[in-house]
């Protein structure tokens, strides 16, 4: 039995000119190096054209939510730093922000804002490394190295504030483990003062070059309702035209008091992708820096709630979704009395969004393949946790 | 030392074998055996490391600098290190084909050199020429010897016996062949100008006319570097042999010297192209403004040099490139070459014809 | 934009000279390479490399082997009689930790009570290749003590 066609809809055999009369079977395989991790897409080809695409995934499946289950709440921040390895501080504060909601703690004022610092500036490294990939894909090798370049500062920034550059850990249940060191505020705004000229450079590469517009433009058009129907978040949502976005739909931590515009374009094709996450860059400086002129006010406040020495889960769930840099990433937490999660799932935003692979290259050619890996932003070790 | 030996070695040489043999025969054959070993080979070793160098630098980053200062022995590192891997052939691949399809992307490319002139002719009969040969129909030839390369690809991808190599291949065959259209016709602009098809009367007539043939024709130049770019398979057209894409092109099943061959053969073609660019619309050996007497103090530079300054500069705009631009898909690369350039190219033709009727009226 | 200078542009190929200019001016910008061996980045203050133990300080409560989340660190301990002070005291027999499987996430040194603490990650290594594997799988008691990392830093540096 053949696998599972994308659509569903054959193609139109009379008018394809690249129907070439044979359909071959192709694995896209697990190490490829343009499926940003080890993704396996099964494509079904007639000559250049993708008929069919079934993507084959779990080969970075390291049981996480079950090593949930064998410890303590605040030994599991480390363990949701690897499932999208390269936005851990996001995937810190949504798993923090449900076992506070489950446990009932309220995190405060400082620590907020650290937080939402700590997000914003992960959410412009996992943008960074997108647009490294995604371009190195297409073939433009130099915002490769500009993005890295920028990226190397933040991850400066988080290893003077943790310890740490990529699993970082920044977080615990009730607020956070520890103060900003001395200057880091200033470090933070003077990155955050020089990162908008860089991006323009970015922007100067490739947001009107014709060859970058050709491969992006029209490819892979995702419609609103088949967005919203697929389960897809983030970006990719806000680049077909709905414009939800949790941080300002159920505004968490300290993101009810700062003020920024969410992008959201209409076309939903890869190159409006590209343009909603290079606008969401811009926001996120924005952000930190509003949250960086809030800071000096709760200047020696607690970071920490006011929470036992060993916290037991109450008996009942939790769901508590944030708005990551690929998308709404949730945890659902059942609590059973212990100090140990009796069942913590993960709403990957990656997996959903790999949902949607099959219907957007349905009909595309292989070369486009590429381009709509890279504008899925997918993590792997987010998709197979 | 050896300069100074030569002419006395050629005298001898001369003298052992006679008029005719020497000058029809001899005489080319060691030019051109100088010219490639002596000349080409080590520039295109050397434009390797030029290539990751200033790639680098365009990417913020210095190049290779371990293997000696600045790199500059990496390329020898490089060669030692492909000629010591392993030599596989596909148990399956057909064999002659195998083995005879990087040699024919080479060849073609260094033959186009017997024609280059580097320098002019030189004043005294029997004397040392910048050129191996220069026969009346330089730029066909130039046309019809690269044209050959596209039997190594389609070689080469055919023999390996691998479907992708195969589609590769042919994508790639397809794409020069595509391109030389367009190219050969960016050509005919210069050529009406000049009014002869041997390169050094090119250069001359450039001289002639007191200007390079690169301002009255922009626009046939300009489709001769991008047609050139395609034909080298070179970014922004280098989908033929991209790594992220879905085969590895042609030379998959390549590994060690034929592998080397095959690269050998692509920065060759990109030399020729520059070097055929440089004489047609850049004056080849001429100073700037060659007629300007108030610069002829510029004239004590050898041609040559300014030959091969020119060649550096088309070169590094191919190395600018490739850092810089994304890559066409496939079938947008060909429906620029065929729905864009074809059509520029000929109406330039056109209008390059009218304007020089007008004139002569 | 006006018409006229969208067509110049496209025309033009401005676009993909803006691009050129981009790169063109990063040739002449300051390399970011740094030259590994020779010049090396320094960690942050922060920086959670390898461990150092402190025995006098510890005080063998067990809480960093309780916090470790993949449970690597192994505690051996015994009640022993100290003959200067004629008091009854702990004496740690084992403190191994597999290194293998450490993560570097700091749970341990956020467990430990003491003050300062026993265990502490601030050596600021993280260069911890070996040639060798067996000697470095585990590290017991001995070597925790005497890490001094690579290279070699002062107490000073690396002291909390």
Not at chain 2, 57 to 67: A, D, E, I, Y
Not at chain 2, 72 to 99: C, G, H, N, Y
Request: aromatic share 12%; charged share 20%; hydrophobic share 45%.
């Amino acid at each position: 039995m053949s696998p599972p066609n994308g659509s569903g809809e054959p193609v139109d055999r009379l008018v394809d000119p690249l129907f070439c009369g044979e359909e071959m079977e192709l694995s896209f395989g697990p190490q490829h190096p343009a499926t940003h991790g080890v993704l396996r897409l099964n494509l079904r080809i007639e000559g250049e054209r993708i008929v069919g695409c079934y993507p084959i995934i779990g080969y970075l499946h390291r049981g996480t939510e079950k090593l949930f289950e064998l410890h303590p709440f605040f030994q599991n921040v480390p363990h949701t730093d690897r499932m999208d390895y390269v936005a851990a501080a996001t995937n810190n504060l949504a798993y923090v922000g449900a076992v506070e909601k489950l446990i009932g703690l309220s995190v405060p004022p400082r620590a907020r804002y650290i937080r939402t610092i700590l997000a914003e500036l992960q959410r412009i490294s996992s943008h960074l490394v997108w647009l490294a990939t995604h371009a190195i894909d297409i073939g433009a090798m130099t915002p490769f190295f500009y993005c890295f370049r920028e990226r190397e500062r933040v991850l400066d920034l988080f290893e003077q504030y943790c310890g740490a550059r990529l699993t970082l850990n920044c977080m615990r249940p009730g607020g956070l483990p520890f103060d900003l060191p001395a200057g880091w505020g200033d470090a933070c705004r003077r990155f955050c003062e020089d990162y908008p000229a860089k991006i323009a450079e970015y922007e100067g590469l490739l947001t009107e070059n014709r060859i970058w517009k050709r491969r992006t433009v029209g490819v892979g058009v995702l419609s609103p309702e088949a967005a919203v129907d697929l389960g897809v978040t983030g970006p990719m949502l806000r680049a077909s035209g709905v414009g939800f976005d949790l941080r300002k739909a159920r505004p968490y931590e300290a993101y009810g008091e700062v003020e920024f515009a969410v992008p959201v374009t209409q076309n939903g094709d890869t190159y409006d992708r590209y343009l909603v996450r290079m606008a969401e860059m811009r926001e996120s400086t924005k952000i930190v820096l509003q949250c960086l002129d809030l800071l000096p006010a709760t200047e020696g406040g607690p970071i920490m709630a006011k929470r036992p020495r060993v916290l037991k889960g109450p008996k009942g769930e939790v769901y508590h979704g944030i708005e990551g840099p690929k998308g709404e990433i949730g945890f659902y937490i059942v609590g059973d009395g212990t100090p140990n999660p009796y069942r913590c799932h993960v709403r990957p935003p990656s997996f959903m969004n790999l949902q949607a692979l099959p219907d957007l290259a349905n009909g595309h050619l292989v070369a486009d393949l590429v381009a709509l890996i890279g504008s899925t932003d997918i993590v792997l070790g987010e998709v197979d946790r | 030392m050896v300069l100074a030996v030569l002419p006395f070695g050629l005298e001898a040489l001369r003298e052992a074998a006679g008029d005719t043999l020497f000058y029809y025969a001899l005489s080319p054959a060691l030019k051109i055996l100088g010219l490639v070993f002596l000349a080409i080979l080590p520039v295109i070793t050397y434009l390797v490391l030029a290539e990751r160098k200033i790639l680098g630098f365009l990417q913020v980053r210095v190049g290779p600098n371990r293997v000696g200062p600045w790199g500059l022995l990496q390329p020898i590192a490089d060669v030692m290190k492909l000629l010591v891997k392993e030599d596989t052939i596909p148990s399956r691949a057909v064999r002659w084909a195998f083995v005879l399809a990087p040699c024919l992307v080479v060849a073609p490319a260094l033959v186009i050199f017997s024609v280059v002139p580097v320098g002019p002719p030189s004043s005294t009969p029997g004397g040392f020429s910048g050129f191996v040969t220069d026969i009346d129909t330089g730029v066909l030839f130039v046309i019809a010897v690269a044209t050959i390369g596209v039997y190594g690809l389609i070689l080469g991808g055919w023999s390996s016996n691998n479907k992708f190599s195969l589609m590769g291949g042919l994508r790639a065959a397809a794409q020069m062949i595509s391109y030389e259209v367009p190219q050969g016709l960016a050509l005919v602009g210069p050529l009406m100008l000049a009014g002869t098809m041997s390169m050094v009367g090119i250069v001359e007539a450039q001289r002639g006319a007191r200007v390079w043939y690169v301002f009255p024709q922009l626009v046939s130049f300009f489709i001769y570097m991008v047609a050139g770019v395609a034909e080298t398979n070179r970014n922004p057209f280098d989908l033929p042999e991209a790594e992220s894409e879905l085969v590895a092109g042609f030379h998959t099943e390549y590994s060690g010297m034929r592998f080397a061959l095959f690269f050998l053969g692509e920065y060759a073609n990109m030399i020729a192209v520059s070097a055929v660019a440089t004489t047609l619309f850049l004056g080849g050996w001429l100073r700037p403004f060659p007629s300007v007497a108030w610069l002829s103090p510029l004239d004590v530079v050898p041609g040559a040099i300014w030959f091969a300054l020119k060649v550096f500069v088309f070169l590094f705009v191919y190395i600018w490139f490739r850092g810089t631009f994304p890559r066409y898909r496939f079938d947008q690369l060909m429906a620029l070459g065929w729905k864009w350039l074809l059509p520029l190219a000929l109406a330039n033709i056109f209008v390059t014809a009218l304007i020089k009727l007008w004139l002569a009226r | 934009m006006s018409g006229w200078k969208r067509f110049l542009d496209r025309f033009l190929l401005l676009d993909l000279f803006a691009g050129l200019a981009i790169t063109g001016r990063a040739l002449f910008r300051k390399k970011e390479t740094v030259q590994y061996p020779e010049e090396r980045l320094a960690p942050a203050h922060r920086f959670r490399g390898m461990f150092r133990l402190d025995e006098e300080r510890c005080i063998k409560c067990n809480l960093c082997a309780i916090d470790c989340p993949i449970d690597i660190i192994y505690i051996d301990w015994h009640q022993e009689l100290n003959e200067a002070t004629g008091k009854k005291e702990k004496k740690l027999d084992r403190f191994d930790i597999d290194l293998q499987r450490c993560m570097f996430c700091g749970l341990c040194e956020t467990g430990c009570p003491t003050e300062p603490k026993s265990i502490w990650l601030t050596t600021k290594t993280y260069e911890l290749a070996t040639y060798d594997r067996w000697q470095h799988l585990y590290a017991d008691k001995e070597q925790l003590e005497g890490w001094r990392g690579r290279p070699a830093y002062t107490d000073e540096e690396i002291a909390k």
